[in-house]
């Protein structure tokens, strides 16, 4: 929920908890020393005062940013309601605190002298409260986007820049590996074998890590979020992947949905997260056994259910598998590469693009992952 | 012997590549910088071009295989036109599938990903240099 939205809420809600003509929200500026209309009520845009407005120049908001509710009964009285808008004879003007911190004031008006008592008060304060709280909160989750963001700029800055080296090195071992730099004794090629298996996850979690930081921060994303064909990224995935089933001995089979199904997100997002999910599949299930992808249209969901008949998730470690760098100990005992990103990756983007995911297992018998997207036709 | 100019500026990876190239018969010159690549395609007159995309900035291969392919008839690389391009790619496997040979989007005629796997590389070099003879 973004700020302005709350605002303008507040400011409806004290309209017409006190059935006032209009009710204005002044939000302090980071200095404390100014305070700005943010959002307001049944105010005409004319007299809507856009400039910040300094303190000391508003002794009504300055009243009540000490905490005090200020009641001004007949503005064409009163010299505290300088900056009252035209054409309203009274005002209420209340603080927003929330925890001792002052936020800014919340205004009530109306048209005729004497409209409010000690009586609105009472009915005001609650609100504004309530209200302020609101704003704050919205505040703190703002900076931990901020926040969020600027880390994953970091690990993608970061990760940048260790891919490259560990790219030469790979290439480099590979040949010597080959035997392009002369003939390997078996301890040698041993050896190299390890380093390059080695490189090899080194490889995967960097490519890991700067999927997490574009999942969690849409601009380090290689394309703009747009409508996406689904059944395009299932196809891809399983043209990617059927190899690698068919080198384990497994049948992989598709499950093909012949309507086009289009959804919110990027090509290169859905790919990600089809082929974290069949790969998975892929990886943890035995030689012998069967992969099935089947998409689907289910009233105005688009799904795409992954079915193994793999090594299966231990019911304990079911809730931490969307933890960051988090394997089930049975995925970890067979020896495959695996960062525990994967499925965060996957999280992260089904969520961005408004799907859900959902999932069931048992023990020795498989798994089954259902990611379900809203469909879109044209609109959003 | 075919004659192959690799255009790559990390020395290392350089390396690798002459091991495969040259245990298969090949001749590998090398060349760091997109300026000397263009100078060296004329000099030489390689039967392949492996290209970084990254070179001294991160589209400079770009510019180099724009500027080699240049319909232009009065381009100074008219007469280099139709020598094979390998790109070397350091984008997810999942991208390249839909990164083929684009003549509108980049004129090189095949992608090799990084990390290199030299059997791979062989396998485009050999098909490149064959096609175009």
């Known amino acids: 929920m973004n700020l302005e939205r709350i605002l303008a809420r507040l400011a409806d809600g004290a309209r017409q908890v006190l059935q006032a003509d209009a009710a204005a929200v002044r939000l302090l500026d980071e ?98 409260d309530v209200g302020a709280a609101a704003v704050a909160a919205t505040r703190a989750l703002i900076a931990l986007e901020a926040l969020e963001a600027s880390k994953a700029h970091f690990i993608h800055v970061a990760t940048h820049e260790l891919r490259s080296p560990v790219t030469v090195a790979q290439s480099l071992v590979r040949s010597v590996l080959k035997g392009y730099a002369g003939a390997l004794t078996d301890k040698q090629a041993d050896v190299l074998g390890r380093i390059s298996r080695r490189l090899n996850f080194l490889e995967s979690l960097i490519n890991d890590l700067l999927d997490l930081a574009a999942g969690k921060a ?159 036709n044209g609109e959003r | 012997m075919p004659k192959i100019l690799a255009i790559e500026d990390d020395l290392d990876m350089l390396a690798a590549l002459r091991m495969p190239l040259e245990a298969n018969g090949y001749e590998m010159v090398a060349a760091t910088t997109a300026e000397e690549g263009l100078q060296k395609i004329k000099e030489v007159e390689p039967d392949l071009i492996i290209l970084d995309v990254m070179l001294e900035t991160t589209t400079a291969g770009f510019q180099v295989s724009l500027q080699l392919r240049s319909p232009d008839p009065e381009s100074e690389y008219a007469a280099y036109r139709y020598i094979p391009i390998l790109m070397l790619t350091a984008i997810h496997t999942t991208t390249s599938l839909r990164f083929g040979p684009d003549e509108a989007y980049l004129p090189v005629d095949d992608f090799v990903d990084k990390p290199i796997d030299p059997d791979v590389l062989l396998k485009k070099v050999r098909t490149l240099i064959e096609q175009s003879q």
Request: glycine share 10%.
């Open chain 1, 31 to 128: 200095g404390g020393a100014h305070l700005t209309v943010t959002a307001a009520s049944g105010l005409p845009a004319a007299l809507w005062q856009r400039e910040p407005l300094a303190i000391k120049h508003s002794s009504l908001d300055g009243e009540a940013l000490t905490g005090q509710p200020t009641i001004v009964a007949d503005t064409r009285a009163d010299p505290r309601a300088a900056n009252v808008p035209e054409g309203y004879c009274s005002a209420l003007c209340v603080p927003l605190m929330h925890e001792g911190d002052l936020i800014g004031t919340l205004h009530v008006y109306a048209a005729v002298p004497q409209r409010f008592d000690e009586e609105d008060v009472t009915l005001l304060m609650p609100l504004a």
């Open chain 1, 218 to 376: 849409p601009e380090l994303a290689a394309e703009v979020e747009g409508l996406v064909l689904l059944n395009g990224s299932v196809g891809r995935t399983m043209l990617l992947l059927q190899p690698r089933a068919e080198e384990k001995g497994l049948d992989m089979t598709l499950q093909p949905c012949h309507d086009h199904l289009i959804v919110w997100g990027t090509e290169d997002g859905l790919d990600r997260i089809f082929v974290n999910l069949v790969s998975n599949a892929v990886k943890y299930t035995p030689s012998g056994g069967s992969v099935t992808v089947s998409v689907r249209q289910v009233d105005d969901q688009a799904q795409v259910e992954v079915t193994d008949t793999g090594i299966g998730i231990p019911e304990e470690a079911l809730p931490h598998l969307f933890e960051e760098f988090y394997r089930a100990p049975n995925a970890k005992a067979l020896g495959e590469v695996g960062t525990g990103l994967g499925l965060v990756i996957v999280k992260d983007l089904v969520n961005r693009y408004g799907g859900r995911i959902e999932m069931k297992s048992k023990v020795g018998q498989g798994s089954t992952f259902t990611v379900s997207f809203p469909t879109c």
